[in-house]
């Protein structure tokens, strides 16, 4: 596929899209038109005039996001104090992860799919791919450009009982600007030194009819990112980090994370059984180095034992980000139809292109168990060296184990992953003579994924090479670069995946007021949904058939899944204007329920929320929610498919060769068409004061606590083991999730059981979570005075409570351990005076431990721990707008500077990178500069 071509047919097209309405006037609507907006707030289906804020929204308006100098709904959600752990990112580029151009959210760090996305109130298609084990459907937010955001609202709180599925952690709606008017043109650049420099161009057009009754919107954005590479960060340039910690961390071998499969191989020979051997005069003859040699990586020669390990530096050969380019159109039509009903449409499309590199594939004993028989022209140990008619005549030739080697002659892997969406929603709402508002609307999406991975190696093509008894033999043997285009091009080979997330949908709803109460009407609104959601994804041959070196074997899925629900909302007043009383001056009950039957399971969630205003500016609200994940399409229908994994113990066996953990063992994952929905329980209180005598200030604070149960996970596959292992010492019994060979004679003799099979690890319901809190914020609107007006905003999230507890009760608490952090906060403080603006803002991550691996004994004997310190960026800008009497009359321009001090993320050792991108960046200091003009 061309992705330029493609892109630059797509430019056109939307370039004429975008400038075909032009015939409409750009006027105002008329002022004797109903206007029928959409009637709902996120967190509620009730009137925005009816819901007193009893659940906790943070809203986030176009002039908060230039405050943090964002330019993609990704920076966004990096900055949010309540996202956390946000794993699946365009940093994580991996051959498992979802590579590209992508953005994600996990509120309350409860786990990326188990927070809601909404565009407009409405769901948005899964992404084409699903990552991770068990495999995680979720949203892609770089799908949605900023320039046609109107708001990002955050509910901070459990809502299965208003939105259904996934409302877990809280819910994200991005509302699209439906009321702009005019074009407008804005073009921004980004610079770093070094790198990634980012361009983009954001085209709005808002045209109204003469007559006020229609109104489109048109919104067209372009980006462009250049890469980043490792070498240009100092804590990414090299694998090992020693260099960048002090003693005594220094002196531990752990902090060097280089590889142990480089150019210079690692080896072990072996007999026609696959055992080690030993080969007199060439490799050790006895104990656990027997049959091993190595090539040595400072003189080239073949050498005996073991060798070096963690010496070859991967890094060199790694990008941090990929380059990425981005195509976005959405369009808004708004059309009173009469006074009473108006139509509404969105339509959307969106394309991404991203290149990568990554190192050159590894092939390691523990995952692939590459052969190279004795055949081998090369084979220092083969038949060309060893047997009758060779200078050993009376030594026995031998196959030869690759334990670790990186064939670098054949050059670094690449990718291209290239993202494709469209959405469309059509729908009618009105107001009956009763006074009711109704709305009505369907809705189809399709999210499409192609990956293509060049500079792979397939393992039976390989294997075929190194069997050659010619010297166009795959050369393993003899360092870096030795091999020539001819005898390595046969097994090097590209592969690719696609995928494709649908969702299909019809909802409807009705809203009125149903009966009067002492302290006002009682709002209701009652709704019914029908959606039918589908993954579809395609590998090419070699992975299905489990032959691409150093990847796990890839499967083909195709399932979907209906559902249909119900639900209904009510909303309160007990006290108000009528019979308010000292201490009450206000307070309201809103009620709801939510029924969803799918073709494996149903849910009934209720909730309840309490705003008790105890006088005009202090407000207690209050909130229980019950809420429920659907198993994903992928957890309940993936096929099933196997690993081999290393370092797994089988202590039922001790005493047995493969019962080390040396020895690969066959891990078997896939989908559970019994699982059932994961559950939650979400408790929120807090309160909102204005303050007195101080004009516009206003704070809030709410305590929160979630417990989630029943999580979707696959087992610990050496918890399997370590459980087949009491059972079988116990009684003789066995685990039924390890499966294993018939005893032998000696087996039984020795009172074992029989060599392992695999280990079955079909995802279940398995572990919970809990996670308490507290989310506190500032907003202070300060008054204008001579030099300006400020607005300040401060909002932050402290976790104090995070425990995971496993199916056995044990429980562990990982708050601060290997991620985590206790607290994240943001700070914005804005100016504007006439035609200026200036912006200032603070993004704040807290400290939190590397992981325990990399805890280091000083000299004292006392145990250090490493942390991944605290950090804090600042972001700066300034913006002028020219006057409408010059001649740059419309034309606005802001410079600014993210990361104003050129900060480095703090070091994090789980990552080869030296950076933990779930909550940092590695974009360092940028100078940006934009200008935009309305005509």
Known sequence: MNSLLKLQHVRLAVLSGLLAPLGFAQTTASEDVVKLDAFTVTGSNLSRALEEASVPVSTFAPVDIDAIGASTIGDVISALPFSQNVGFNDTATGPNDARGDVATINLRNLGTGRTLVLLNGRRMSAHGVTPGTPPIQFVNLNSIPVAAVASIDILRDGASAIYGSDAIGGVMNTRLRRDFEGIELKVRGEWGDPAPNTYSVDLSGGFASEDGRTHLGVFLSYYEREHLDSA??????????????????????????????????????????GNPVGVPGFTPTSGSTRGRFHVDPDTGELTRSTGPSAFYDFQEDDWLLPDTERVSLFTTIDHEISEVMSLFAELSYYTADSNGLTATTPISSGTDGVVIPKTNYYNPVGTRFYGPGTANPTGTPRDVLIRNYRPVDIGPRSYLTELESYRGVIGLRGRIASGWDWETAVLHMKGKTYQENHNYMSQSLLEAQLALDTPNAFNPFGGPYVNSPEQYENFVIDIWDRGTGTITGWDGKISGDMVELPAGPMATVMGVEVREESMKQRNDPYGLADDVIAQSEQIDIDASRRMFGFYSEALLPIVGESNRVTGIHSMDLRLAARYEDYEDFDALKPAAALSWRVAEGLMIRASYNEGFRAPGVSELFQPQRARRNNGLIDDARTGEEDAEGTVSKRVVTGGNPDLEAEESQSYNIGFVLDIPKVEGLSLSMDFFQIDSTDRIDNPDAQDELDLDAELWAASGGSNPRVIREAQTASDVAAGIPGRLIEIQGTYYNLDSRKIKGVDAALIWLMPETSIGRFTLKAEGTYTSELEDIDRDGNVSNPIRQGGNPRTKGLISLSWRKDAWSAYLSGQYVSDYENSSSYDTTDANGDVQKLLVDAQWIANASMGYRFS?????????????VNNLFDEDPPLYMGSSDGFDSSYHSAKGRTIFVQLSHKF
């Open 884 to 896: 409408a009497d010059s001649a740059l009359a419309g034309t606005s321009v802001r410079v600014g």
């Open 232 to 273: 240009d960060r100092e804590y990414s340039a090299h694998a090992d980090k020693r260099p960048l910690v002090d003693e005594p961390f220094a002196s531990n071998s752990r902090f060097n994370r280089g590889s142990s499969s480089g150019p210079h191989g690692r080896f072990t020979a072996q007999d026609d059984n």
